[in-house]
């Protein structure tokens, strides 16, 4: 058997082993964070990044506890959050001074919040890729004392043969445009220019070492190259002619899968980093780091409608993004065990098949890696942190905090 197959079992053991000695069977799904995997692979975002910050993004975590955790480290400075009313509770509570809201919000209610506190407008970094954005803000201001910082979100895809390779985000992609957006921030009453973000998801989340796929990672990885290349000129550019417009405080870019490429660029000043903390299902299969998951969820059999399946309650978490096999749940350990072509990952209930599931009786209990990062946790209020077999705490989800972004 080999190690990796041997380290799943064991995982199996001792999850069980956790989740046995609280003092009530929790309901599931049970979600646990393994600490030592996640401390390590915050020490290897670390050491992948090269001295530049990483900002923590949020989205990928959803646990007030873990953000607080990866902020600990040393080599993570501030969040990279989703939403204004996310990061205004972020701010309130004291998890953090410095965050940056990644994408360009229409939230009147939240606005005027953070227009009505001067400690949160200067705590928190607006993203802005139209001056619409700013017209919006302006609508939910009564005066403009309280000056608003900004940044702009950059298209960071790929331009290849006339194709956009890359998110469909911004629409700021030459650098003309993007200084004619600049120097209307600067001039405009109430707001300050302090930033800019390029994410390059083209690269940052893209699978390209996949076993079964070798011919299309190749391809990828030639991609992810020239999307870097192009990037780097494109972003010396712009960061050039932006200098003459505002003296900027970060370039944000990047992401867990992307981190020595976009660390290399010289423009960039930090990264962005949650996924590679937790390392869901979809970040696998990467050249440039060995996964160590570290978020699970805990399914108990409720039938056996063969002596060779095993059926959960529960399981489909599905995963958004372009529906397919890859955003389904993956059943982990015991290993062995898989998803049926026709239920697949249910509402209610998920058979398995595999030579696990013969061994497998009601009440035991299946691991599952969600497929996305974060987003496990909107289904659960409850996360118990684990140490090696011993559940060292439980602390609330966004979700068990009462909070919904």
């Known amino acids: 058997m080999s190690d990796h197959l041997v380290g799943r079992n064991r995982l199996w053991a001792r999850l069980d082993q956790a989740v046995a000695a609280l003092p009530e069977p929790p309901s599931t799904p049970i979600a646990v964070v393994d600490l030592d995997a996640f401390d390590a692979n915050a020490d290897d975002l670390v050491r992948r990044a090269g001295g530049k910050p990483l900002r923590v993004a949020s989205k990928s975590l959803r646990v007030p506890a873990l953000i607080r955790r990866a902020l600990a480290h040393d080599g993570f400075s501030g969040v990279l959050a989703f939403t204004v009313a996310e990061a205004l509770w972020l701010h309130e509570t004291g998890v953090s001074d410095d965050i940056v809201v990644a994408y ?70 030459d650098t003309a445009d993007v200084v004619a957006l600049a120097r209307r921030v600067v001039e405009r009453d109430g707001f300050r220019l302090v930033g800019v973000m390029t994410y390059e998801g083209q690269v940052a989340g893209v699978q390209d070492d996949v076993p079964d796929q070798r011919t299309r990672s190749l391809l990828v990885r030639r991609l992810k190259q020239a999307s870097m290349a192009q990037l780097e000129v494109r972003r010396r550019e712009i960061a050039e002619a932006l200098s003459r417009v505002a003296d900027l405080e970060f370039w944000n870019g990047g992401g867990s899968g992307s981190v020595e490429a976009t660390a290399a660029d010289a423009a960039v000043t930090e990264i962005a980093a949650g ?72 509402e209610v209930q998920t058979p398995l098949t595999g030579h696990p599931a013969a061994l497998l009786r009601i009440g035991d209990l299946v691991w599952f890696r969600h497929a996305k990062s974060g987003e496990l946790f909107e289904h659960v209020r409850d996360v118990h942190l684990v140490r090696d077999a011993t559940v060292t705490e439980v602390v609330p989800s966004y979700r068990g905090c009462d909070r919904a972004f």
């Open 275 to 346: 996924s590679g903390l937790l390392v869901p299902g979809i970040f696998d299969h990467y050249a440039s780091f060995e996964p160590r998951p570290a978020a699970y969820f805990g399914l108990r059999v409720t039938r056996k409608p063969t002596p060779n399946m095993a059926t959960v309650h529960g399981g489909g978490l599905i995963a958004s993004g372009a529906t397919g096999a890859d955003r389904s749940p993956v059943p982990w350990a015991p290993p062995g065990l898989h998803l049926t072509g026709l239920e697949g990952a249910g």
């Open 104 to 173: 360009p919000s229409v939230d009147v209610a939240a606005l005027r919040r953070l227009l009505a506190s001067p400690s949160a407008a200067a705590a928190i970094t607006l993203m802005v890729d139209d001056p619409a954005h700013l017209d919006v803000v302006d609508a939910a201001r009564d005066s403009h004392d309280v000056q608003v910082r900004i940044a702009l979100d950059l298209d960071a895809g790929l331009r290849l043969g006339g194709q956009h390779i890359g998110p469909k985000r911004s629409p700021l992609f």
